[in-house]
């Protein structure tokens, strides 16, 4: 698939080619992509085209306040995009049937092969991020029979993912974790979250010594203060320099990302991060079949093997499909906001001029990308 | 084609010395390779449940696999104290011990690597680190420079007595014109090893215990110390079972050296500990954990409590000149003095690192079975290496093993 990889591969070529990409790699369409026989590749992208309107035309329209409070118009899109989802899967299996010889176990070995033998997801072209996601997307069909989509959607010009965390709302509910665990397919068996909630004593400050991150009684507790941490996405990331073979990195749009096949497991950035942000798979991370989401990017939530690091990407098989993250979505009291940094109407910024607003550890110098503020 | 011929031979010659001996030798390598078979098995089962066989977790992320790795970083750069006199300066004493410590710096080094193998959650795809085919982060990750530093090290520690000791199997002298520029390199190389290995950790802007300009430099006092020690009893046990004759006077000079570097070691403590605790800080809390222990959590406190008075009464006892050179109390010392630093630079340096956590979360570690299973197992394997090694260079300086004796 990647034999078009060639070195007069020129970068306004290959800016028109991500654009041209851009409409079947919107979180779902790689199954479509992936069975390309030529015969089949106009209906297919005129069908993603349309699926993919149907999805998420709504929230291109949509400005950042709306996708935060309108809580219900978004799960109406989530279920209508999740429709779409299997329309395609459908899709795909259709016309990869069609296409593939009989000899299963074949595909699976030479799948296998290239899979342990590519490179790394930061370097490769396009073509080849195609390819390997359109494997990935094999190999779970002829193991399990069931179909995924997955993206290999690249960073958009121009934008620049931050957040804004708002310390007066937050209750302690925890609907994010859960949400985030849920949309991420995180292992079950360790409990692995990304975000962690500190409940913190009121009249203390920010006393995060003296804070519990791991709460099980009634919330909001009398008394007491919630504020949220997870990855921050730092745009001067420590974590990122020290990986030895460049399995993390950050992304143009701000989003800093692990690509799991790549990393060696050598825990380095881990220690690295003065956040807490990273989380190891200690063990084989297992999902529940009927739990697993299947709409996954590369660099997000697909599945994860052990003894490899991953960590919180601000959703991006959904904020690069222009939906808010699980985590905000799922806020009962509006307390997270997310949205482009560069465009002078989003919330995020409106927060960022409106608000005093801090980061935490700002002396370290890693420019995080997550502010907190008050009412 | 001459030479691969010799080659041969030696390798020969040599599995013949190391396949035969007394009964002793034989029951210490039988124990070493049921050790490490046991490590063996202990790592087949890290493999097929993941790391979580450890007890390592998200909150204290490094444990006894990367607190021995850094140990033994210095054990293998510690061999170039007995290079320089001997190579550069032309320090005779020396000559004998040189080639033991650099038999001790290889195997160190393989246990370094073998350590660091260990610690990784994906070993099969190690290959993403070989410049070339993988993508190797350098110069910005040091662990790259690390790797880099250490397997150029270990060509070095190999290739130089090689080269010495093929002569001599030879029944050749070997030429300082080649080996001396090899041995002023290794000496440099030597020191660029810890320095490196201590800016693994002393980058981190996350780890406030860690991230404090003297760590380098500690490094370095503290390998000088524990390293040498460590030949001094190697020495004393080879002169004792084998014909090889080693004068006091190498080993009072190399004691010398213990003695300056742990006094070096004990002052720049004293230093540290003076800075976290006279004026503390926020920045502090690791090191009150390491010594008092927080909010009720101590599980560092015996093995800290038990290194220092260990440290400072080999320094002491060391200083004074009358005792060093009785040589009972001087391999005392020199073991108290290794037990301690193993620990400070091991367990005491690592753990702490991580407790309290980034937002001050105390979360415990202890080793698991498994755990130590593997390091003891992969302690074997490097006490295998060097008694191999060891044998071979003294059957070849003894004289007993030579090319085609008859033909001559
Ligand atoms: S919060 Fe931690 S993991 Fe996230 S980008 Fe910053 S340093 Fe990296
Ligand atoms: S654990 Fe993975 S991502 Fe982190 S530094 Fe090591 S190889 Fe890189």
Redesign the interface.
């Known amino acids: 698939m990647s034999d078009s990889n060639n070195k007069w591969f020129s970068l306004n070529i290959g800016r028109k080619d991500r654009e041209a990409s851009k409409s079947c790699s919107c979180g779902k369409t790689s199954g479509g992509c992936g069975g390309s026989s030529n015969a089949h590749h106009i209906t297919e992208d005129e069908f993603t085209e349309a699926a993919i309107h149907a999805s998420i035309g709504e929230e291109r329209t949509k400005d950042g306040f709306e996708q935060v409070f309108d809580v219900k118009m978004d799960r109406r899109s989530a279920f209508k995009k999740l429709t779409a989802s299997l329309l395609i899967g459908a899709g795909a299996v259709s016309t990869s049937c069609s296409v593939i010889s009989g000899d299963e176990s074949k595909e699976k070995a030479q799948i296998d092969w290239e899979e342990?033998f590519k490179?790394?997801y930061k370097?490769m072209t396009d073509d080849e991020k195609k390819a390997t996601v359109d494997r990935l997307v094999r190999s779970y069909q002829l193991r399990t029979g069931k179909t995924i989509s997955m993206s290999s959607k690249n960073a958009e010009d121009n934008v620049l993912f931050g957040y804004a965390f708002n310390i007066s709302k937050c209750q302690g509910y925890m609907d994010c974790v859960n949400a985030c665990v849920e949309e991420n397919n995180q292992d079950r068996d360790?409990q692995?979250q990304y975000i962690?909630i500190?409940e913190m004593k009121d009249g203390k400050g920010f006393n995060?010594?003296?804070?519990d991150?791991n709460y099980y009684h009634e919330v909001p507790a009398e008394g007491h203060f919630y504020m949220g941490?997870q990855c921050f996405h730092c745009d001067n990331p420590?974590c990122t320099?020290?990986?030895?073979?460049?399995?993390t990195w950050r992304e143009d749009d701000g989003l800093v990302v692990v690509d799991y096949?790549?990393?060696?497991?050598?825990?380095?950035c881990?220690?690295?991060?003065?956040?807490?942000g990273?989380?190891?798979?200690?063990?084989?991370p297992e999902v529940p079949e009927a739990e697993i989401n299947k709409n996954q990017h590369y660099l997000g939530n697909r599945m994860r093997?052990?003894?490899?690091?991953e960590k919180c990407t601000f959703c991006v098989q959904r904020s690069r499909a222009g939906k808010n993250p699980a985590c905000v979505e799922a806020c009962p009291t509006g307390a997270r906001i997310f949205g482009n940094l560069l465009d002078p109407d989003s919330t995020i910024r409106w927060v960022l001029e409106n608000k005093k607003v801090f980061r935490l550890k700002e002396d370290?110098?890693?420019e995080p990308k997550f502010w907190y503020f008050m009412d | 084609m001459k030479r691969l011929k010799v080659f041969g031979s030696l390798v020969k010659d040599s599995l013949d010395t190391i396949t035969h001996g007394s009964k002793k030798y034989h029951l210490w390598m039988g124990f070493l390779t049921f050790v490490m078979l046991a490590g063996m098995y202990c790592y087949s089962i890290q493999l097929e449940h993941g790391l979580s066989v450890t007890g390592m977790t998200d909150r204290v992320s490094w444990g006894l696999y990367i607190s021995n790795f850094t140990f033994l970083v210095g054990v293998a750069a510690a061999a170039v104290m007995l290079v320089m006199p001997t190579y550069v300066l032309k320090d005779i004493d020396f000559k004998q011990a040189v080639l033991i410590g650099e038999g001790l710096a290889v195997a160190a080094l393989i246990m370094c690597l073998a350590f660091v193998i260990a610690d990784m959650g994906g070993p099969s795809v190690l290959w993403h680190m070989i410049p070339g085919i993988g993508v190797f982060n350098f110069p910005n990750s040091m662990l790259t420079w690390d790797v880099l530093v250490l397997n150029g090290y270990l060509f070095l520690n190999l290739t130089i007595p090689l080269y010495i000791l093929f002569r001599h199997y030879q029944g050749k002298d070997a030429k300082p014109k080649v080996y001396i520029p090899g041995a002023f390199l290794s000496v440099f190389w030597a020191v660029a090893i810890h320095l490196v290995t201590a800016f693994l950790y002393q980058g981190l802007q996350a780890r406030p215990f860690w991230n404090n300009a003297l760590l380098g430099p500690r490094f370095l006092a503290s390998a000088f110390a524990a390293g040498p020690a460590l030949i001094i009893l190697v020495l004393g046990i080879i002169r004792n079972y084998t014909e090889f004759k080693i004068q006091d006077k190498t080993i009072k000079k190399i004691a010398m050296v213990v003695t300056v570097a742990a006094q070096i070691n004990l002052i720049m403590l004293i230093s540290e500990l003076f800075k976290e605790f006279y004026a503390p800080t926020h920045h502090s809390e690791s090191a009150y954990y390491l010594f008092f222990g927080l909010h009720g959590k101590d599980a560092l406190l015996p093995w800290i409590w038990t290194a220092i008075p260990l440290n400072v009464l080999a320094t002491v006892l060391l200083t004074f000149h009358k005792l060093r050179n009785n040589f009972k109390v001087l391999f005392f010392c020199c073991f108290i003095l290794f037990i301690a630093i193993w620990i400070e630079k091991g367990f005491g340096l690592i753990v702490p690192g991580f407790i309290p956590g980034p937002y001050g979360k105390i979360a415990e570690y202890a080793p698991t079975g498994v755990e130590i299973g593997v390091t003891l197992g992969i302690w074997a394997l490097g006490a295998f290496i060097f008694t191999i090694l060891a044998r071979t260079a003294i059957g070849i300086e003894l004289g007993k093993l030579r090319y085609k004796k008859a033909l001559k």
């Not at chain 1, 995060?208 to 804070?211: D, P, Q, S």
């Not at chain 1, 096949?261 to 380095?268: F, I, K, P, T």
């Open positions: 342990q490179g790394n370097l360790s692995m962690r500190h995060f010594n003296e804070a991150d941490t420590p320099e020290v990986c030895p073979v460049q399995a096949d790549w990393c060696v497991g050598c825990r380095y881990m220690a690295a991060c003065p956040y807490d990273r989380r190891f798979n200690w063990s084989k093997k052990k003894g490899v690091m370290l110098g890693t």
